[in-house]
């Protein structure tokens, strides 16, 4: 009762024609950076931060939230129709995103995208109003042991990743993960790799290997076999640009896994929107009945990662509004705008501005509702880029990636280093090396190590740390089945092949 | 050629103005870059973006300021970048702890404070040790006597280990006589994190950090490391006061020019931020944030700026931490 009464006066609050305006110009500018490459939300936010401060804090941070959930909404774009991961998270809609667009079938992915982003992300809000203090408390029980157990998942994911041979996956792995130990070394101040450049002290930035390797991987390897003309079709006819009927019954189960994944994944303050895309992605591809499909265009590829994306927004704003403690570096923003206002961000601040936090996740639900309204109309548009013949297209694409990573740090460093992963993208599609599993291990390598040192310096080298603890156990038991399917099914094969031959 | 000429001539004009009216001080004359060595969000960038939200409140400074991230490698590439804009008048950076600990210990940076123009030191972070609430140490001894009885298991969790929470660590591990483990982790998120679902038994932190957990009863905090005891903590006894002689280990917030700044260009910048100094909208924002006001210019921060130095080396050294400078 007492959540519905606050429900009811956050929606009175969010309803206010000024707030109303906060949160559609946030949304408005997320939408917008979210397409932009390089630019992410949490610089942005930065961006409009003095003004915020000008604002009262339920307004701006109604605009500041709006931003954050919108640019998530917005990141789809590039990576369905250019194969340009707009952030890190867009990664792995890529995979079938783009697929779809050259089949075609670019209006569907993108509505897909928007409509799952608007479904997860509504879920979200509804988790985080429903369950956010019991949840705080249970991912405070994730300590680095725990940690180490869902990267292990996260990256027994590999098989679900793997084309035609494991091998060839499991090779691009452990090249991301060697990238993912570049740069000074936490724990010892070491530096590794960095052949004293002091632009790789920080290590390689995702976002460059992710649009090296597959925006500009896929222009050489395009420009390399075909000469000019049309490169893809789009078809006439705005019934041909959206999603259909069987594409939505076909993500159902996606919309629900996304919305589930990408908020307890959020919650966690050491985890990250691009995890819960892998794991949402690798989930939805174990439990289809046509896993083979994946990586081909399924739309259910393009719903879960985008839906665990936009879910994982409610989820991190969790230990932000019950604890105090930042997730990521857009809600390390968030906290500072709070305590310029005079918030006090912590374990009482719900209970302190009850105003506050009813009007925002109110606000939340009216900006999902107009994120919809604003990306639904936009999918037709946008899905006309593609008919540019390829000798625009391929310049457009090779343009948006570079300027998309410059804005980054402004660095023309990277420039040169994503021409360098363009050229290994480049080859491995050559040689039939899928490009996911390198970025995989690219995003976890690096927490997993952290997490498993960690770990063994708790228990001062004790490796049973590891699985000893019952939720570090359970995590590692499911990872053990997810790497024993494949090799079940492998098996499987030989003895029917055993027992055909007897016959 | 045609635009260096120009250049040469502009500055003959300005120089030939500045000589016959004297009065005429340095004001921009365009938007002013405030360099930040960290990314938007980091406690930087906000220090930055917080310290121009105050100036523009004051409205003291005639043109638009513009916070830029110059990310990468703990501060040295903002400090290169620094270097390279010698005598530039419309650049400003932030600079923190880290800009005299890192060249001392990374071969790579090759610029040190010596080489830049320090403007005004502004606030500096205060610490404090702290544990669970429900933790059986309620003050320094108890936590170092547990530290005896089993060496090695108590753990602290905190940063980098050239970090303030590590140096700290080492000098506090030396008066007590005790060891525990320091477990790094990449946020500060983390840290706390950790220490709230009881990972790690201490965090050295500042108490900004905390105030909250304080206030809702889920962190206690044991000692506070500064010479004089905090006023949001001013309950809790300073480590000195609990009979360890433990040296303050300063972190400090500022602003910092590039080499060769012009002298009446860091006079005007001297003159703006010791007038926010004095404003009420800053006074308010440094107790919000729980810093200590720092407020020190010209002489006495040069010699702030030697000392700190020396002060850092002999830390870092006593920590075990090795030094290329």
């Known amino acids: ?503 | 050629m045609k635009c260096k000429s120009a250049v040469t001539l502009g500055a003959v004009l300005i120089t030939a103005c500045a000589a016959t009216i004297p009065a005429q001080a340095f004001t921009p004359e365009r938007a002013v870059e405030v360099m930040v060595h960290s990314g938007p969000g980091a406690g930087n960038d906000i220090f930055a973006r917080g310290v121009v939200g105050v100036l523009d409140k004051l409205k003291i400074v005639p043109q638009n300021m513009q916070v830029v991230n110059k990310t990468g490698g703990g501060g040295l590439v903002a400090m290169s970048y620094l270097s390279e804009k010698k005598a530039d008048t419309h650049l400003i950076a932030v600079f923190t702890s880290v800009w005299w600990v890192n060249p001392m210990i990374r071969k790579e940076g090759k610029v040190t404070m010596r080489d830049l123009t320090p403007i005004a030191r502004l606030v500096l972070e205060p610490s404090v040790m702290a544990v669970r609430a429900d933790s059986p140490y309620k003050n320094a001894k108890e936590f170092f006597a547990a530290a005896k009885k089993n060496p090695g298991k108590l753990k602290q969790s905190g940063g980098s280990i050239s970090g303030r929470d590590n140096t700290t660590r080492a000098l506090l591990q030396k008066a007590a006589g005790a060891e525990w483990q320091f477990i790094s982790m990449k946020s500060g998120g983390e840290r706390i994190a950790a220490l709230l679902g009881g990972h790690v038994d201490m965090m050295i932190m500042e108490p900004s950090e905390a105030l909250e957990q304080i206030r809702a009863g889920k962190v206690r905090v044991i000692a506070t490391l500064m010479e004089k005891r905090l006023s949001s903590v001013p309950d809790v006894p300073t480590i000195k006061e609990q009979g360890y002689n433990v040296p303050e280990v300063p972190q400090a917030r500022g602003f910092v020019g590039p080499p060769a700044m012009p002298a009446d260009v860091k006079t005007y910048w001297e003159g703006i931020f010791g007038k926010m100094h004095k404003s009420k909208e800053w006074q308010d924002y440094v107790k919000m944030n729980h810093y200590e006001d720092g407020f020190l210019t010209g002489a006495g921060l040069r010699k702030f700026s030697e000392e700190y130095e020396q002060t850092m080396r002999g830390i870092l050294k006593d920590a075990g931490i090795k030094l290329v400078r």
């Open chain 1, 1 to 503: 009762m007492e959540m519905l009464s606050g429900l009811a006066h956050g929606f009175a609050i969010a309803l206010e024609p000024m707030n109303l305006l906060w949160c559609f110009v946030g949304v408005f500018f997320g939408t917008i950076v979210g397409i932009l490459p390089g630019l992410g939300p949490s610089a942005t936010v930065a961006l409009l931060l003095p003004m915020a401060m000008q604002m009262n804090p339920t307004g701006g941070l109604i605009m500041l939230a709006g931003i954050y959930y919108g640019a998530k909404y917005g990141g789809s774009t590039t990576a369905i129709l250019l194969n340009v991961p707009g952030e890190s998270a867009s990664v792995v809609t890529c995979l079938d995103g783009f697929e779809m667009a050259r089949k075609g079938r670019a209006g569907p992915a993108l509505g897909i995208a928007a409509i799952s982003s608007f479904v997860a992300g509504s879920v979200g809000v509804v988790l985080l109003m429903l369950v956010a203090p019991p949840i705080a408390e249970f991912a405070l029980r994730f300590g680095p042991p725990e940690y180490f157990a869902l990267m292990a998942m996260g990256l027994s994911m590999v098989v679900l990743l793997a084309g035609k041979s494991m091998i060839k996956a499991l090779l691009s792995m452990l090249v991301g993960l060697w990238l993912a130990t570049i740069g000074i070394d936490l724990f010892t101040d070491g530096a590794r790799f960095t052949f004293e450049q002091i632009e790789l002290m920080d290590g390689v930035n995702f976002v460059i290997v992710a649009i090296g390797t597959f925006a500009i991987g896929e222009v050489l390897a395009n420009m390399s076999v075909q000469s000019s003309g049309q490169t893809f079709t789009v078809p006439k006819g705005l019934r041909n640009l959206m999603p259909n009927w069987q594409d939505l019954k076909d993500c159902r189960f996606a919309f629900l896994n996304g919305s589930i994944v990408g908020f307890f994944v959020g919650v966690l303050p050491g985890a990250g929107s691009t995890i819960a895309s892998f794991v949402s992605y690798g989930l939805e591809k174990a439990v289809s009945r046509h896993p083979e499909k994946f990586g081909t265009g399924v739309v259910e590829g393009v719903a879960a990662p985008e839906g665990a994306n936009n879910s994982e927004t409610g989820g991190s704003l969790v230990p932000l509004l019950t604890l105090g403690i930042p997730g990521s570096a857009t809600t390390a923003i968030l906290l500072a705008a709070f305590i310029l206002w005079g918030l006090k961000p912590g374990p009482l601040l719900i209970q302190d501005n009850p105003e506050m936090f009813w009007g925002l996740v109110a606000s939340m639900y009216i900006g999902n509702v107009i994120l919809l309204i604003l990306n639904l109309p936009l999918v037709p548009v946008l899905a006309q880029i593609l008919r540019l013949p390829g000798y625009v297209l391929y310049p457009v694409i090779l343009g948006v990636s570079i300027v998309g990573v410059y804005s980054v740090d402004q660095r023309l460093f990277d420039v040169w280093l994503v021409g360098g992963f363009g050229l290994l993208g480049f080859l491995m599609r050559r040689l039939d090396y899928p490009a996911a599993p390198l970025l995989l291990g690219l995003v976890l390598g690096d927490l997993m190590e952290n997490a498993m040192r960690q770990s063994l310096m708790m228990s001062n080298g004790d490796i049973s740390i590891l699985y000893s603890r019952p939720l570090a156990a359970t995590m590692l038991l499911l990872t053990a089945v997810l790497l024993a399917g494949p090799l079940f099914r492998q098996v499987n094969s030989w003895r029917l092949k055993a027992s055909e031959q007897e016959v």
